[in-house]
């Protein structure tokens, strides 16, 4: 009989190394069996154990593929078995070392880099130069979800990085969140980041993030005035603006968040360009400002914007050039004490809600009164720890904590998003 | 508003303890803006409903190691960039903290809001007589403006005869 046939083949070939640790020459191949009949013969073939092959999917039903794995002495005779038998196949690797070796390869080097990422911080301040090689790792340890994004230059040309999370779909609903447009307000760039790592760490594993990332992306400006944040290292710890030069003045900067064009040029903003809270010449006339509406514009598709400052510990929503409150008011009131509670059920820190004009004074040009009458009906302002004991100046050991908790008001926002397409 | 005169508020505040946090006392007051001169400081009148909590011995100790030094105490950046504060430095920076209060105090209006930001510098100025003195020049965050403001003070503390603010003014800031 042929199954006679077959057991004296393959017999034949018994032999060669039992030893399982090299897979030099072993083949896997998918086998399409068309009918019951065809089945039996590979469930035959399983049953030869001298053959030690290794079914990766094993012979039940005709629907299904079977996936085998054939030590390189082997793999002749089966697939001439096969061939005799009209059974169809492909090979699906054809050596299987070399894809061990490169995993393994590819596993040394995500090692080394993870360790020498342990030499960046989350739980200090950081330079500029190390923040943004801590996005490019960020962007190649989790490139799966993480890519970065330049969306512009500052005044003094310094690149403006964009973290984009994202699992996939075209122009996908996003969020946007930026942090450090006031370049003194540290532990908004420190928290940025560490908030990036999270985010890119949570995937696939907490349920709310994963959920999110299947539907949306997130787009996240860690350091959004870089000119400022330097200019804080170098020379001046207490600088809030932009760096540029202003016509016929020796002061230097804008404000970036006067900057915008919502009730631009109203109270609430300076139109001396030594103030720290001068707005410019005109609305949008800081790169750094034009750089993020452009983007914003372009993208076509923003849900929310979220911006980080400090300190006071407020959650703001629109607006702040105007003490009237925004149509969205009841949904926006609601949703930030929510995300407030949310903050303070991890450390207990608490936030004021409200609008910008009533929690703390007239403002106008701010960037979420723009966003909000551009159409992003989810804008919020987040003023950070602490209240004033240390200001700007939060000790280090707050950073974490500061990130932890604003990450949860963050998430509170954004899973209301999720749930309300708009 | 009190007419002629200008807006009155009455406050309901809880005073903590910096030190000890759990240390706090109730405390109502009545403020006073002067509509018609805003170079007069607003009026304050104030009851505390018990007792601060009493720091005799820290005073005590600060006391006597400055008084014991050779050198005039000399310090800057405090606290720094990260927020640091050594213990040694931590009653200079309380002391600056609340001689600042009466800096703000002197220059409130109802659109400031001020906030003590920093110690620029600090030097101790040797006295013949008990008091302790200090030069400092601080950084006041004026939050309505966002303006940081540098504003040298000279302060004289004693344990049993608290903090003055004998001389102050406001400096200009660097472009």
């Given amino acids: 009989t042929s199954n006679m046939k077959l057991i004296l083949i393959f017999s034949a070939l018994f032999g060669a190394s039992l030893c399982l640790e090299s897979f030099v020459g072993h083949q896997v191949l998918r086998i399409k069996t068309r009918n019951e009949e065809e089945v039996k013969k590979l469930q035959l073939l399983d049953s030869l154990e001298h053959l030690e092959l290794d079914f990766w999917i094993n012979p039940s039903t005709p629907a299904l593929p079977v996936d085998v794995r054939i030590p390189a002495n082997g793999v002749q005779a089966v697939k001439a078995f096969l061939e005799s038998h009209g059974i169809e196949y492909s090979t699906l690797i054809e050596d299987l070392q070399v894809v061990l070796d490169k995993e393994k390869q590819d ?236 903050i303070q059920s991890l450390y207990g820190t608490t936030f004021t809600v409200g609008s910008i004009c009533t929690t703390i004074y007239q403002a106008s040009g701010g960037s979420i009164d723009w966003s909000y009458d551009y159409g992003i009906k989810y804008s919020f302002a987040f003023e950070l720890r602490d209240t004033g004991r240390y200001g700007f100046l939060l000790p280090v050991n707050q950073i974490i904590p500061t990130a932890e908790e604003t990450w949860l008001g963050l998430k509170t926002i954004m899973e209301h998003v999720r749930d309300n397409s708009y | 508003d009190i007419d002629g005169v200008g807006p009155k508020y009455h406050l309901e505040l809880v005073l903590e303890d910096i030190v000890d946090e759990d240390s706090t006392v109730n405390c109502t007051a009545e403020v006073l803006y002067h509509l018609g001169n805003k170079n007069i400081a607003p009026d304050v009148q104030f009851t505390i409903e018990g007792e601060l909590k009493n720091a005799d011995e820290a005073d005590n100790i600060f006391y006597s190691r400055i008084k014991s030094l050779e050198n005039e105490l000399v310090a800057e950046n405090i606290p720094d960039s990260h927020g640091h504060v050594s213990p040694e430095m931590e009653p200079i920076r309380l002391l600056a903290w609340v001689a600042s209060g009466y800096v703000m105090w002197q220059n409130s209006t109802e659109n400031t809001k001020f906030q003590f930001a920093q110690i620029k510098h600090v030097k101790q100025v040797k006295r013949s007589d008990e008091y302790l003195e200090f030069d400092y020049m601080i950084l006041l965050h004026e939050m309505v403006s966002q303006e940081i403001i540098p504003w040298q003070m000279t302060v004289l503390w004693h344990p049993q005869h608290g903090v003055q603010v004998t001389q102050d003014s406001r400096q200009p800031k660097h472009a």
């Avoid at chain 1, 960020?138 to 512009?152: D, H, P, Q, T, Y």
């Avoid at chain 1, 609903?173 to 760039?189: F, K, L, Y």
């Avoid at chain 1, 696939?204 to 860690?222: A, E, Q, R, V």
Wanted: contains cysteine; aromatic residues 12%; hydrophobic residues 30%.
């Fill in chain 1, 107 to 342: 596993m040394a080097c995500s090692q080394q880099r993870d360790r020498s990422s342990n030499s960046f911080n989350y739980g200090t301040y950081n330079s500029l130069d190390s923040i943004y090689a801590e996005l490019d790792h960020l962007a190649s340890e989790f490139s799966n979800i993480v890519s970065k994004m330049k969306i512009g230059e500052s005044y003094e040309k310094r690149p403006l990085y964009v973290l984009k999370f994202s699992t996939g779909g075209r122009n996908r609903p996003a969020i946007w969140i930026d942090a450090g447009i006031h370049s003194r307000e540290w532990v908004t760039q420190a928290s940025a980041v560490w908030i990036a790592k999270k985010i890119a760490s949570d995937y696939g594993k907490d349920p709310s993030i994963t959920s999110l990332l299947n539907k949306m992306d997130i787009f996240l400006l860690t350091v959004s005035n870089p000119d400022g944040y330097v200019f804080t290292h170098t020379t001046n710890r207490m600088w809030r603006k932009t760096r540029s030069k202003n016509q016929g003045s020796p002061c230097v900067g804008v404000d970036p968040n006067r900057n915008w064009d919502a009730g631009f040029g109203g109270p609430g903003a300076s139109s001396n360009p030594c103030s720290d809270s001068y707005r410019g010449p005109r609305a949008n006339s800081e790169v750094e400002v034009k750089s993020v509406v452009n983007f914003i514009k372009n993208h076509g598709n923003i849900r929310a914007f979220l911006t980080l400052h400090s300190y006071s510990q407020l959650l703001m929503y629109p607006y702040g050039y105007k003490c009237t409150k925004p149509a969205d008011y009841a949904e926006l009131d609601a949703l930030g004490r929510a995300a407030a509670n949310s």
